[in-house]
């Protein structure tokens, strides 16, 4: 089976701190993505890779940036976290292919910005 | 228009009982779907992945309506086990381009 870890279950982080969220996949996957999932709004793309080095912005990715130096590795960085980061963040990978790609979800990590 | 359209439901059906949910989507050019169930507090899953022609998976069985632009989740004699929220996911053809629906909580009870 696909395992998909993140690093942290819950974080607790103050306004202003610099925030790495960590996900490792072991499946060999070349796509990582970030997510998060707010109440009444879903899951929403913040960044995605398809290589190492390689990233494109998803929907929302303003105040976040992200690192994939190896390719089972793809972190996730908030600069100067805020209040409005609070949220679920959600790491997934898939096999590059046809379109019809199936995501695997890590377990979440639930951020909080006081 | 949302790209991807649920009702949250909840959906309260009795065990044993027949539930079906439909999903929404606004992109003609969607090329791939499926369907995904998140329990409380924890990741989602895929269940099932929409073809065509229709597909079922046991008790499970996914419809996809182009014309009108809508799939469907059919759940036949609910169990309890099948109380979770059920995610509608629209590909629009490249793996950058999933779309997620909102979902659709569903209580299955005694």
């Known amino acids: 089976d696909v395992k998909v870890t993140q690093s942290s279950r819950y974080l607790v982080k103050r306004t202003g701190e610099k925030v790495f969220l960590e996900c490792v996949q072991d499946m060999d996957h070349e796509n990582m993505f970030w997510y998060r999932q707010d109440p009444g709004l879903g899951l929403r793309l913040i960044y995605f890779s398809y290589d190492v080095k390689m990233k494109e912005k998803g929907d929302i990715p303003e105040g976040y940036s992200v690192s994939r130096e190896k390719k089972e590795r793809f972190s996730l960085i908030l600069e100067s976290a805020s209040t409005n980061q609070t949220s679920m963040y959600l790491c997934?990978?898939?096999?590059?292919?046809?379109?019809?790609?199936?995501?695997?979800f890590g377990s979440g990590t639930q951020l909080s910005v006081l | 228009r949302k790209e991807v359209e649920q009702d949250p439901g909840p959906f309260n059906v009795p065990e044993g009982a027949t539930v079906a949910f439909n999903c929404t989507y606004s992109?003609?050019?969607?090329?791939?779907f499926f369907w995904y169930r998140q329990d409380c507090r924890k990741e989602p899953k895929l269940l099932m992945s929409v073809y065509s022609s229709g597909n079922e998976d046991g008790r499970f069985t996914a419809q996809l309506n182009r014309a009108s632009q809508y799939i469907s989740l059919l759940i036949r004699d609910s169990k309890l086990s099948d109380s979770a929220t059920y995610l509608c996911v629209v590909n629009a053809g490249t793996a950058s381009k999933l779309t997620f629906g909102t979902g659709t909580r569903l209580q299955v009870t005694l």
């Open positions: 992109n003609s050019a969607s090329q791939s």
């Open positions: 997934a990978s898939s096999l590059a292919g046809t379109g019809d790609e199936k995501l695997f």
